[in-house]
């Protein structure tokens, strides 16, 4: 798929089991996990016990897309599709990696494909003077380590010769994705959502006057509705003045998915400490000087 022809188209300590609910609730973005580091290696495989069948709605059936990339892929098919559809002069970066093996989550030396239980977390790219960036995330171990979310955003210089008009744009992307299920016009944002599959619980409700980064969150306060009953969403956030678009940012993500692979994550990676340092315990037979 092509982007839009308007050109412009966008940790964790050691926790007690008993803790894990409380410190989902203070749980980011997964780009400021700990133990995040840059890699250029292509091997991407991670052994996966698969994530938790709560989610009701199948994400990996959604077709919607940004710049290509798709909910559900692999690394290797994110990078593809990203290569194939950005602007031209948008630069991918590379792969950044993770662990949660207790002897490397540190995050020093840093995490390559290599390292042992390294996964892929993110995918970034972006154009001259951060104008444009994209954004992918994948999912932590258990789950399998595919796209979680992709966050696109751009801005347009208003001494550009290339300016869009809101009602230009905005049909530009109905043209791609289809009639919004939602369309939210407050102070200077524009916004428009879809959600698949359309009978799905809608679980990002509209903030109105905020940008698409700031949608759909994962906090299951916010949704609304039960975590496994979530539509996946597609928000984009239109900012204009004088009706000419001077900032877009777009976001693809089933908030009901990514809390359950958030909060398995820090189970599993509680669970992998719990054992290291029983382990450890196990081998500590010294004898003591006395």
Same mark, same amino acid.
């Given at each position: 798929m092509?982007?839009?022809?308007?050109?412009?188209?966008?940790?964790?300590?050691?926790?007690?089991?008993?803790?894990l609910?409380?410190?989902?609730m203070?749980? #980011?973005? *997964?780009?400021?996990?700990?133990?995040?580091?840059?890699?250029?290696?292509?091997?991407?495989?991670?052994?996966?016990?698969?994530?938790?069948?709560?989610?009701?709605?199948?994400?990996?059936?959604?077709?919607?897309?940004?710049? *290509? =990339? $798709?909910l #559900?892929?692999?690394?290797?098919?994110?990078?593809?599709?990203?290569?194939?559809?950005?602007?031209?002069?948008?630069?991918?970066?590379?792969? @950044?990696?993770?662990s949660f093996?207790?002897?490397?989550?540190? #995050?020093?030396?840093?995490?390559?494909?290599?390292?042992?239980?390294?996964?892929?977390t #993110?995918?970034?790219?972006?154009? +001259?003077?951060n104008?444009?960036?994209?954004?992918?995330?994948?999912?932590?171990?258990p789950?399998?380590?595919?796209?979680e979310?992709?966050?696109?955003?751009e801005?347009?210089?208003?001494?550009?010769?290339?300016?869009?008009?809101?009602? =230009?744009?905005?049909?530009?992307?109905?043209?791609k994705?289809?009639?919004? @299920?939602?369309?939210d016009?407050?102070?200077?944002i524009?916004?428009?959502k879809?959600?698949?599959?359309?009978?799905?619980?809608?679980?990002? +409700?509209?903030?109105?006057n905020?940008?698409?980064?700031?949608?759909?969150?994962?906090? +299951?306060?916010?949704m609304?509705?039960? +975590?496994?009953?979530?539509? @996946?969403?597609?928000?984009?956030s239109?900012?204009?003045?004088?009706?000419? =678009?001077?900032?877009?940012?777009?976001?693809? =993500?089933?908030? *009901?998915?990514?809390?359950?692979?958030?909060?398995?994550?820090?189970?599993?990676?509680?669970?992998?400490?719990?054992?290291?340092?029983?382990?450890? $315990?196990?081998?500590?037979?010294?004898?003591?000087?006395?």
């Amino acid at each position: 798929m092509k982007h839009l022809s308007v050109k412009s188209t966008f940790s964790i300590a050691a926790f007690s089991i008993a803790a894990l609910s409380v410190l989902l609730m203070s749980c #980011g973005d *997964g780009s400021k996990d700990a133990a995040e580091s840059s890699g250029n290696s292509e091997n991407t495989s991670v052994a996966s016990t698969g994530a938790p069948a709560a989610l009701e709605a199948d994400v990996a059936a959604v077709e919607a897309d940004i710049l *290509g =990339v $798709r909910l #559900g892929m692999t690394p290797d098919e994110a990078e593809a599709a990203l290569n194939e559809n950005k602007p031209d002069n948008v630069r991918l970066l590379p792969r @950044t990696w993770s662990s949660f093996d207790p002897d490397h989550s540190s #995050g020093w030396p840093p995490i390559k494909a290599d390292t042992p239980g390294a996964f892929v977390t #993110g995918l970034r790219a972006i154009g +001259p003077g951060n104008t444009h960036e994209i954004q992918i995330s994948f999912a932590k171990p258990p789950a399998d380590n595919l796209v979680e979310s992709i966050y696109r955003k751009e801005h347009y210089s208003s001494l550009s010769d290339r300016q869009t008009s809101l009602e =230009v744009y905005r049909q530009f992307l109905i043209d791609k994705y289809g009639p919004p @299920t939602e369309e939210d016009k407050a102070g200077a944002i524009l916004l428009l959502k879809w959600l698949y599959p359309s009978g799905a619980a809608d679980c990002a +409700p509209l903030k109105s006057n905020l940008p698409a980064k700031r949608q759909a969150s994962s906090y +299951p306060d916010d949704m609304g509705h039960p +975590p496994e009953k979530c539509a @996946t969403a597609l928000i984009y956030s239109l900012t204009f003045n004088g009706g000419i =678009v001077n900032n877009m940012e777009a976001k693809l =993500v089933n908030p *009901g998915q990514e809390y359950f692979h958030r909060k398995a994550a820090m189970a599993y990676q509680a669970d992998l400490r719990r054992k290291a340092e029983e382990a450890k $315990r196990q081998k500590a037979t010294n004898a003591p000087d006395l």
